[in-house]
Nanobody, 124 residues
Framework: QVHLVESGGGLVQSGGSLRLSCADS????????MGWFRQAPGKEREFVAA????????YYAESMKGRFSISRDNGKNTVYLQMNSLKPEDTAVYYC?????????????????WGQGTQVTVSS
């Protein structure tokens, strides 16, 4: 069973940084590719970043490249999202997700399990 819990969200000024964490309490974390998505009020959920099972391959949405970095620690059952140079338009609820496959995906439909989300607010 997969149980994902995000943490690390909060309020930050434009240009600042945050690191989100997503921990899985199960025993099969290393079996899942992981992704981060976000959803702003009134908008559809959008892809942020993804990482394959062993952490060797990562994908990013174009607007996040160079600012965001996804990583994972399979020994700690945790995936991270380091966010730098934050902008007000990055304000959203950020969700982590797990898929029962080796490869990462940018499509939210490919993910089987979701966390409850953590709010990130970037002030101008």
């Amino acid at each position: 069973q997969v149980h994902l819990v995000e943490s690390g969200g909060g309020l930050v000024q434009s240009g600042g940084s945050l690191r989100l964490s997503c921990a899985d309490s199960g025993r099969t974390f290393r079996s899942y590719a992981m992704g981060w998505f976000r959803q702003a009020p009134g908008k559809e959920r959008e892809f942020v970043a993804a990482i394959n099972r062993n952490g060797a391959i990562t994908y990013y949405a174009e607007s996040m490249k160079g600012r965001f970095s996804i990583s994972r620690d399979n020994g700690k059952n945790t995936v991270y999202l380091q966010m730098n140079s934050l902008k007000p338009e990055d304000t959203a609820v950020y969700y982590c997700a797990a898929r029962t496959a080796t490869g990462a995906s940018s499509s939210y439909a490919d993910y089987d399990y979701w966390g409850q989300g953590t709010q990130v607010t970037v002030s101008s």
